[in-house]
T-cell receptor
Framework: KNQVEQSPQSLIILEGKNCTLQCNYTVSPFSNLRWYKQDTGRGPVSLTI?????NTKSNGRYTATLDADTKQSSLHITASQLSDSASYIC??????????????FGSGTRLSIRP | NAGVTQTPKFRVLKTGQSMTLLCAQD?????MYWYRQDPGMGLRLIHY???????AKGEVPDGYNVSRLKKQNFLLGLESAAPSQTSVYFCASSYGGLKVVDTEAFFGQGTRLTVV
């Protein structure tokens, strides 16, 4: 069964500190992996996308990594800010013509930044 | 630029009542989706559509129906609401092409539904 598992479920860190969120998946075959940020009471918004051939990609203070061999991805947040408080969702796409049903969501990591 | 708009934002229903959630997108996307989000669980796909006039079942379709009469609108119906359908519902849309960049989903702000 295709699964996406994220850890930790929740995390509290102090403002200015760094943190790393983990995503392990069993989806096969694999097309791409996205990290979404979901603010409280809002819909998820895409942060970054990783394809099979990419190892690292940065978007400001967010850096995503992908190891397609071990089926693991991480999202590293540098110098956290209060606005980083949100849920971070890992989403894996399996390829296919009708790929609408081949989008597998992780349950998310809830990150809280304390001043 | 509105993106994806869901109506209503909040709703309380009594068991057995019916209602329709409306999703509208102005990005000319082919694919549209309805998800539900429950505490501690990932977004689960209810139904989706790959184009005007088409619908398909997702992971948790029971108790829901959908229609896509116009490309920009995707309606989710609950014929006889049950407490188990208490959830936050998200609509999303994507371009639907085969390129990797086309897989980005754009989400609405969500509808919080409580069935008592």
């Amino acid at each position: 069964k295709n699964q996406v598992e994220q850890s930790p479920q929740s995390l509290i860190i102090l403002e200015g500190k760094n943190c790393t969120l983990q995503c392990n998946y069993t989806v096969s075959p694999f097309s791409n992996l996205r990290w979404y940020k979901q603010d409280t009471g809002r819909g998820p918004v895409s942060l970054t996308i990783m394809t099979f051939s990419e190892n690292t990609k940065s978007n400001g203070r967010y850096t995503a990594t992908l190891d397609a061999d071990t089926k693991q991805s991480s999202l590293h947040i540098t110098a956290s800010q209060l606005s980083d408080s949100a849920s971070y969702i890992c989403v894996v796409h399996a390829p296919g013509y009708s790929s609408a049903s081949k989008i597998i969501f992780g349950s998310g990591t809830r990150l809280s930044i304390r001043p | 630029n509105a993106g994806v708009t869901q109506t209503p934002k909040f709703r309380v229903l009594k068991t057995g009542q019916s209602m329709t959630l409306l999703c509208a997108q102005d990005m000319n996307h082919e694919y549209m989706y309805w998800y539900r989000q429950d505490p501690g669980m990932g977004l689960r796909l209810i139904h989706y559509s790959v184009g005007e006039g088409t619908t398909a079942k997702g992971e948790v379709p029971d108790g829901y129906n959908v229609s896509r009469l116009k490309k920009q609108n995707f309606l989710l119906g609950l014929e006889s609401a049950a407490p188990s359908q208490t959830s936050v519902y998200f609509c999303a849309s994507s371009y639907g092409g085969l390129k990797v960049v086309d897989t980005e989903a754009f989400f609405g702000q969500g509808t919080r539904l409580t069935v008592v």
